[in-house]
């Protein structure tokens, strides 16, 4: 990844977009309407099919660079690429189904600037607003962390939508797991976490996050079990660390499972095992939540 270049942006902003036209439109319209404009929109088009097309209003914007991948790899192969093009010294990534309140940028840089915040330790999330299917709404306002046990119990921040990171963090920790077709923002902040990083927050809703329906558990179980055999023998995590990332996949696993009839009991041990592991009076591993 090249050094950021004179009169580069101060931000590249990262969306990857995988057959979600009309949804990652609306992303962009909302990273466009940023009170914060130095800024470059890098829109990875991820082997969609149809490919995804920018409308004409928005389609001559200097700020805009489609980027277009043959073949789909997934979000961590996307924002790999939305990475190696970007120049600005800070990243921030959009999932195509999110968006951004129009101060989102605004008040992140502000927070960094405040608190002389560098470009090679820290992640900046924000409080976010969970829309579900059936309208309701709910905020969440993240808890700070420099604790691997907590990066390694899920991503309580929505990373994919509400982090901002400086570019030398990226390459210190190194590129995201192509591997993983999901929780691949697991395994980035797992070792962002093991090389001494820390998760900063504006503790103000800066995004908006639409919950859809769960995959199915085949997917789920593939990225589980790939993530925890991936660090079952890793020497940097002790015994702690390693049951919290258990537990952590068996809740994902029961999350999925209990979604459908025929799964339920499968689901519900996993979820007794998730709290064998980790004994707790709530559902999620660690309490993540302001």
């Known amino acids: 990844m090249s050094l950021p270049q004179k009169d580069a942006p101060s931000v590249s902003v990262i969306i990857p977009v995988y057959n979600r036209q ?10 466009l309407a940023q009170s914060f404009t130095d ?12 490919p995804f097309e920018l409308p004409a209003d928005i389609s001559g914007d200097a700020r805009i660079r489609l980027l ?30 999110d968006e951004w309140l129009p101060y989102k940028l605004e008040r992140q840089l502000g927070f960094i600037a405040a608190n002389g915040i560098g470009t090679k330790r820290t992640a900046i999330a924000s409080g976010f607003e969970y829309r579900f299917s059936d309208g309701r709404r709910e905020q969440r306002i993240p808890v700070p962390s420099d604790d691997p046990s907590m990066f390694f119990s899920g991503c309580w921040f929505c990373p994919g939508s509400t982090v901002m990171l400086g570019r030398e963090a990226f390459v210190e920790v190194g590129a ?74 068996e809740l994902e696993y029961a999350a999925s499972r209990l979604k459908t009839r025929k799964q339920m009991i499968r689901g519900a041990w996993n979820l007794v095992h998730s709290w064998m592991l980790v004994p707790r009076m709530h559902l999620q591993v660690c309490k993540f939540w302001q």
Request: proline share 4%; net charge negative.
């Open 176 to 249: 995201y797991d192509q591997n993983m077709m999901r929780l691949e923002d697991v395994d980035w902040f797992a070792r962002f976490a093991l090389e001494g990083g820390e998760l900063a927050v504006v503790p103000e809703p800066l995004a908006i996050i639409h919950l859809g329906s769960r995959p199915e558990f085949a997917r789920v179980k593939a990225a589980g079990d790939y993530l925890v055999n991936k660090y079952r023998s890793d020497p940097r995590l002790d015994r702690s660390v390693r049951r919290h990332l258990f537990a952590y996949t």
């Open 68 to 97: 277009r991948q043959q073949e789909n790899g997934g979000a961590g192969a996307a924002r790999n690429a939305g990475a190696r093009a970007a120049r600005g010294e800070w990243l921030a990534w959009l999932d195509s189904d």
């Open 39 to 50: 800024f470059e929109l890098i829109v990875v088009d991820d082997g969609s099919s149809p």
């Open 22 to 31: 009309d949804t990652a439109i609306a992303s962009i319209r909302s990273v």
